[in-house]
């Protein structure tokens, strides 16, 4: 029995065309993988990161959850950290989040939703953070879109103030960690000017040396 057969077909197309125009392709690729970058971002069909950025199989190592939350006791998203930065040595970290994520609307609403609960508590902490700044925005939609940008704040914050990118600050490596914002709308993604690559630049807090 053939499953999903539509999608085996498309792969046998994908794989073809990519083989066409670099026959070396995937022999190359089988090798090894060298991404510049980690993605971490939200897992709404419509943010898939590769194409966003046009990027290639290979290019992008990712990470995906809901409302792309990084959570300092997420051994998952940690795992995927440590990889990205010990091992592939990325350069580059983009916590990607967008407008309308149904993750932050979620959070938005006062009603359960069962398991996922627990993990939507986290983004009613960005907005316990920033209530003051939420609740003074009338338009309900413009109020919702702020808080997708400043969850993706946030979670730049959580990725710096792990040891893993502390660690690697501290070595001297070379490694940036951007929030970027997408716009399901009209493909348009907005870099919200947060990026960090320095040690100095997280709160005081949250400083780990090593020593
Ligand atoms: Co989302």
Known sequence: MQTLKNLFDNNR??????????????????????????????????????????????????????????????????????????????????????????????ALEKRSFGLIDTWLRHIKDVYRHHQDKLDAIADENERFNLLCELNVVEQVGNVCHTSIVQKAWESGRDLSVHGWIYSIENGILKNLDVCVDNVSDISDTYEIKSS
């Not at 998203?77 to 580059?92: F, G, N, P, R």
């Open 13 to 106: 197309k994908w794989a073809a065309r990519i083989k066409k125009s670099e026959p070396d392709f995937f022999t190359k690729l089988s090798r090894q993988q060298n991404p510049e970058y980690l993605w971490i971002g939200c897992s709404d069909s419509r943010v898939p990161s590769n194409q966003i950025v046009d990027l290639l199989p290979g290019e992008i190592f990712v990470h995906r959850n809901i409302a792309n939350v990084v959570i300092h006791t997420d051994l998952n998203c940690l795992s995927v950290i440590q990889y990205a930065v010990e091992v592939l040595k990325v350069k580059h970290i983009i916590v990607c989040g967008h407008y309308g994520c149904g993750g932050i609307k979620a």
